[in-house]
């Protein structure tokens, strides 16, 4: 097992800085061998060790919580069970290496492990995302250097080394896995830029994914979300507000996608708002509205004590009273105008709500709020009419709607056709390269070997040949010269690539 104790070093920005170049040293010797092994191989070990963490989720949910003061203990052991049972078995039948054919164009294709990630982990499910990563990366054969967020360091530190264990002990190489343990800015950012990094999975708060793209390294970065939920005339009132009370009040408000702010069509606002209230919400008055208001953003700056904390000891905090069972906290706001504080992220239990003539009314609301952040984010909607959604997605510059359920757990993948994840691509209305939810097959490039095609690609499209043939999911079995020697053979000069490349 590889050791992560700092290095005794006066100065701690210098020790931080020849920290992160010794993990990038060993992360290369590392990926040298994960690049010899087959995709197999990859997916059996990433499955051991997954299973190996299981069993540890309520410690780590515990211990992350206690370090952090961010979030509730039972949202963060589901955090961490779905991404220890979720994550090896998602991509199951998805070719995330190897060697394949496509019939209709005449390529064999090759795959190639991007060789060292650099992971960023957040404040608000940091070891749920350090599991993800590490399971990502050992599917795809790439060995991985964290840099955590200072708030979580413990509990981040202590589960990248019992991760960095499992995969030895499933007969991975040493340094397959490895933490940054002094996550200073300079450090971090002398990860992202050194050329010995192949690629950055950036997840965090804007500047660093900024800092990401700036590095000079390719990066796959996330932006911050600001979820609007327009419920209209026509929407399921119980079912709506238990949804969006249940969404907001998961790990206490603290998930990119948790809504944070409502617009309430005028002729169901008064009985959403009761149903709220059913549900466990707060709806504030006009007064205890500006009370939370002035505490969670002070002089218009964003207080991050009320990051994941519960909704009572906001509002205790704020001199609003609560039942210490509140489950969020409702506020109104009369006048949304481009610069209300209410219109940013909170990720917290607090909710603006906005009260709206129509869907063209809730679409401006929506559209003040990206002004501030959640662009190619999350939005959602509550609406019988198939036709208003499709209206309200095609509006906005927000790249998941999700119609009648939870935006914390159906942009991921719960109850819609989204694809899992814990990180969520924001395209290029976010500032990100990716629009979609990040998984493994980010980490793999593939090398294509272009055989003679009469009529070449434009031919194989108009005749429809390809995309058929892409639909039914060829399988590199089906081609007789890819025999098991021939196979090997490749993944062994794809190997010498990458180690000519170091």
Request: proline share 7%.
């Given at each position: 097992m590889s050791s992560s104790k700092p290095i005794d070093l006066a100065d701690h920005d210098l020790a931080a800085l020849q920290e992160a170049r010794d993990l990038l040293g060993r992360a290369r010797q590392a990926a040298a061998t994960l690049a010899l092994w087959t995709p197999e191989e990859a997916k059996r070990v990433a499955k051991e060790v997954a299973a190996a963490l299981l069993p540890r989720a309520e410690f780590y949910a515990e211990w992350a919580v206690r370090e952090s003061r961010i979030g509730k203990v039972a949202d963060k052991i589901a955090k961490n069970q779905i991404a220890c049972t979720l994550t090896p078995t998602a991509w199951d039948n998805v070719a995330l290496g190897g060697v394949r054919r496509n019939d209709a164009l005449r390529i064999v294709e090759i795959g190639r492990p991007a060789g060292v990630v650099v992971g960023l982990s957040n404040s608000t499910s940091?070891?749920?995302?350090?599991?993800?990563?590490?399971?990502?990366?050992?599917?795809?054969?790439?060995a991985l250097v964290i840099s955590p967020h200072p708030v979580a360091l413990g509990c981040c530190t202590a589960v990248t080394n019992e991760l960095q264990a499992a995969i030895e002990k499933a007969g991975g190489p040493a340094h397959a896995l490895q933490i940054l343990t002094r996550p200073t800015v300079e450090a971090t950012g002398a990860l992202m830029r050194d050329s010995r990094t192949d690629v950055i999975l950036a997840t965090g708060g804007t500047p660093m994914v900024r800092a990401a793209y700036g590095s000079g390294n390719p990066a796959i970065g996330v932006g911050s979300g600001n979820v609007p939920i327009y419920v209209d005339a026509s929407a399921d009132i119980e079912a709506a507000a238990q949804t969006i009370v249940a969404a907001k009040n998961f790990d206490h408000g603290s998930p990119c996608s948790a809504p944070s702010v409502l617009m309430l069509h005028a002729s169901i606002a008064t009985q959403m708002q009761q149903a709220l209230v059913r549900q466990g919400a707060h709806v504030c008055t006009e007064d205890e509205a500006q009370k939370i208001q002035n505490y969670a953003f002070p002089g218009g700056k964003f207080n991050g004590k009320v990051v994941g904390r519960p909704a009572h000891e906001i509002a205790q905090a704020a001199g609003v009273q609560v039942p210490v069972d509140c489950q969020a906290l409702v506020c109104p706001i009369a006048q949304p105008q481009a610069g209300h504080v209410l219109l940013k992220e909170k990720l917290s239990p607090i909710l603006g709500c906005v009260v709206v003539q129509d869907i063209n009314q809730a679409i401006g609301v929506a559209r003040l709020m990206l002004q501030h952040s959640g662009a190619g984010h999350t939005s959602g909607i509550h609406s019988a009419s198939a036709e208003q959604a499709v209206v309200w997605g095609a509006a906005l510059d927000y790249y998941r709607v999700v119609v009648n359920g939870s935006t914390v757990h159906d942009s991921t993948g719960a109850n819609t056709g989204l694809p899992y994840t814990f990180t969520i691509g924001t395209g290029y209305a976010g500032k990100?390269?990716?629009?979609?939810?990040?998984?493994?097959?980010?980490?793999v490039n593939w090398k294509r070997v272009a055989f003679p095609l009469p009529g070449g690609w434009a031919g194989a499209m108009a005749s429809g040949a390809a995309s058929a043939a892409a639909s039914a999911g060829a399988s590199p079995s089906q081609l007789s010269t890819l025999t098991p020697e021939l196979q090997a053979m490749v993944l062994r000069i794809v190997q010498e690539e990458l180690e000519h490349l170091r």
């Open positions: 940091p070891v749920a995302t350090i599991i993800f990563k590490t399971i990502l990366c050992l599917m795809t054969r790439n990100s390269s990716v629009d979609c939810n990040v998984g493994p097959e980010l980490l």
